[in-house]
């Protein structure tokens, strides 16, 4: 009861509902009224697409002064290897300090998950680029290229320890890291304003772009769009996952083919059959006894016929010193590297020579009617030339 305010008379109160439990008034709260989020939203990159052409300039200026350096010069393939396995990473750091730059200067915030966990969507990831890397494999395969990509396959032939390592570091640390928060964290997450589709196909033709291949360009931009969808789905834990796991996959391949087994060569017009060490491979349209090993080194085998009958390795010795053998007048011989050395087929005669300005390795081995010569090219490469003498010890010839 209350009293009226005129006449003071007593009249009803009106009805306030009585104030719920505590326990009921806590757990009703969150439900009483929508909350209202005051927060600003996330800031969207501002000059992501500048970032990301600037950062392409920067590896397409690089890779140019490289070239510039070492053009004119005579470089092996294992020399070239290490210029490269330089340039890469002075390109990663570059871009990786432009991407920390841009990040910071917006202050964006990464979108490292999406509809999952960070774990679960980095699992998604790894299963997705591994199933890529597997079906890539098979794909190339079927067309003769063994090897998985010819560019990490040549970094791992040397099968040394420092090789298979630097691989693994930029193919499947590097390039995720720093691709991925560029191109999907930066790029396609600052141009999904304009649409799902332009983001996706623009930040894959981009990543296709930053790859400074123009015959590989529809390759890339699938596999840009394939982790663009990731990213959309999964944020940077999955399309980095995906990432790594696409090319880590593809650096075992290429180390499990640098560790195979090497084939056993018969060139059945000469009668000569070698064995080459783990790591060499034969070409299917090659000629016969061509076999391609580490840093692309190249062992040949080649035979004459009659115009050397009866000349002994010595006497070819001889002829070399004196400049009058013309099976190698196609060669810049250093005539006082010519010796006699002795091989399970019997004695032969070695030389050092260059041809185009690369060193080359020449053994002439003396049979019958027939004088048989193996050369290796790319000499450059420690590896091959360790090969090289287990190939010699493994000849054996028709007699």
């Known amino acids: ?28 709260a969150p439900y009483a009224m929508p909350a209202v989020d005051l927060a600003p939203p996330a800031p969207v990159p501002r000059r992501a697409g500048v970032t990301t052409i600037v950062a392409i300039a920067v590896g397409a200026l690089l890779q140019w002064v490289v070239g510039r350096l070492l053009d004119g010069g005579t470089f092996e393939n294992e020399a070239l290897v290490r ?8 390109i990663y750091s570059a871009v990786g300090y432009l991407v920390h730059r841009r990040i910071a200067a917006d202050a964006h915030p990464l979108r490292w998950r999406g509809t ?25 395969e079927s067309h003769g290229v063994e090897g998985g990509d010819q560019y990490v396959a ?9 090789y298979i390592g630097v691989a693994f570091l930029i193919a499947a640390v590097a390039a995720p890291l720093v691709e ?17 589709a332009v983001a996706l196909l623009g930040s894959a033709a981009m990543f296709a772009a930053w790859h400074l291949s123009p015959a590989q360009l529809p390759y890339y931009t699938v596999a840009g769009a394939l982790l663009g969808l990731v990213y959309l789905r999964h944020g940077l834990a999955g399309s980095m996952a995906a990432h790594a796991a696409f090319n880590g996959t593809l650096v075992v391949a290429a180390v499990l083919y640098a560790f195979a087994p090497g084939p056993v060569v018969n060139v059945e017009t000469s009668g000569l059959t070698l ?14 006894g061509y076999l391609y090993g580490p840093s692309n080194a190249v062992i040949t085998v080649d035979t004459v016929s009659s115009r050397y ?25 250093r005539a006082d590297t010519a010796y006699t050395v002795e091989l399970p087929s019997g004695e032969a005669a070695r030389v050092t020579a260059t041809q185009a300005g690369l060193r080359v390795d020449l053994v002439l081995l003396p049979v019958g009617h027939r004088l048989h010569f193996v050369a ?20 054996e010839v028709d007699r």
């Open 116 to 140: 999952w966990g960070a774990w679960p969507s980095a699992a998604f990831g790894l299963a997705v680029g591994g199933a890529a890397a597997f079906g890539l494999l098979r794909l190339l």
């Open 309 to 333: 009958y009866g000349l002994t390795p010595a006497e070819l010795v001889a002829r070399i010193q004196l400049d009058r053998l013309p099976a190698l007048e196609n060669f810049e011989v």
């Open 1 to 28: 009861m209350t009293w009226c305010g005129q006449c003071y008379a007593r009249v009803p109160a009106p009805y306030q509902p009585a104030a719920p439990p505590l326990a009921l008034a806590v757990a009703v």
């Open 275 to 288: 064995r080459a060490p783990s790591g060499w491979h034969t070409i299917p349209d090659a000629p016969a």
């Open 83 to 90: 210029y490269g396995i330089v340039t890469v990473l002075a």
């Open 180 to 196: 991925e928060a560029l191109f999907r964290g930066l790029l396609l997450e600052s141009w999904l304003a304009r649409g799902k």
């Open 376 to 395: 290796l090219r790319g000499a450059g490469s420690t590896r091959a030339r360790a090969d090289f003498g287990r190939v010699l010890q493994s000849i």
């Open 154 to 162: 040549l970094l791992v032939s040397e099968r040394t320890v420092p």
